[in-house]
């Protein structure tokens, strides 16, 4: 079946750095979506992308969609504590496939 | 605009017993999905209805079932609950962009069920 392999699977990193995390796929997807969720909370949308090689940026993030359209990247620049939560990836074509997600921990 | 509800927030069951979990979508969209998320199995699809149908089906066994109303409030069923089945129960409610060509979907808050 469909897969999104999801790296890194976490990062520890400074307050002020930038973080780069990508999503990669066997399949072609029509939508990439990229999710943040706090804990004990429903996953909320950052950034959708519906075309290969679009760039599309939310404040200090900054997502692409491959033009493969296999994969997907999201950076987030100046990295604050409120960063902190578990990204995922997800892509649309038909059902929605999410990643294992990237667990994001900021050091103050 | 209201969000994607769900009830309750939190429920604790005891094996066997079955469980009801309820979801409302955004006004508007007609596709509610649900999902299952574990910490050893990230968000796991089990399945999505839209117009009253079931339009997709993950890979759970057949305890787990669910329906969707003419409001396109939606509930999902588990029966003979399992400890295994103890995990955040999410529901996402979508809808198709013609000027997009594509399709967000936005989650609930999801219920925490704890199966003893």
């Known amino acids: 079946g469909q897969q999104l392999n999801q790296s890194p699977q976490s990062m520890f990193i400074q307050e002020g750095e930038d973080v780069s995390m990508n999503c990669t796929s066997s399949s072609i997807f029509n939508t990439w979506l990229w999710y943040k969720q706090d804990p004990g909370e429903g996953p909320v949308l950052l950034i959708a992308?519906?075309?290969?090689?679009e760039l599309t940026s939310n404040g200090r993030l900054t997502a692409q969609f491959g033009i493969t359209r296999k994969d997907s990247f999201l950076n987030i620049s100046a990295s604050i504590p409120s960063d902190v939560g578990i990204y995922f990836c997800?892509?649309?074509?038909?059902?929605?496939?999410f990643g294992q997600g990237t667990e994001l921990s900021v050091k103050p | 605009k209201a969000g994607v509800t769900q009830t309750p927030r939190y429920l604790i069951k005891t094996r066997g017993q079955q469980v009801t979990l309820s979801c409302s979508p955004i006004s508007g969209h007609r596709s509610v999905s649900w999902y299952q998320q574990t910490p050893g199995q990230g968000l796991q699809f089990l399945f999505e209805?839209?117009?009253?149908?079931?339009?997709n089906k993950g890979n759970f066994p057949g305890r787990f079932s669910g329906r969707q109303f003419s409001n396109s409030r939606s509930e999902m069923n588990v029966s003979t609950l399992e400890l295994g089945d103890s995990a955040l129960y999410l529901c996402?409610?979508?809808?198709?962009?013609?000027?997009?060509?594509?399709?967000?979907?936005?989650f609930g808050q999801g219920t925490r069920l704890t199966v003893v």
């Open positions: 992308l519906y075309k290969a090689g």
């Open positions: 997800a892509g649309q074509g038909g059902k929605l496939i």
């Open positions: 209805y839209f117009s009253e149908t079931q339009r």
């Open positions: 996402a409610s979508s809808l198709f962009s013609s000027q997009t060509g594509g399709t967000e979907a936005f």
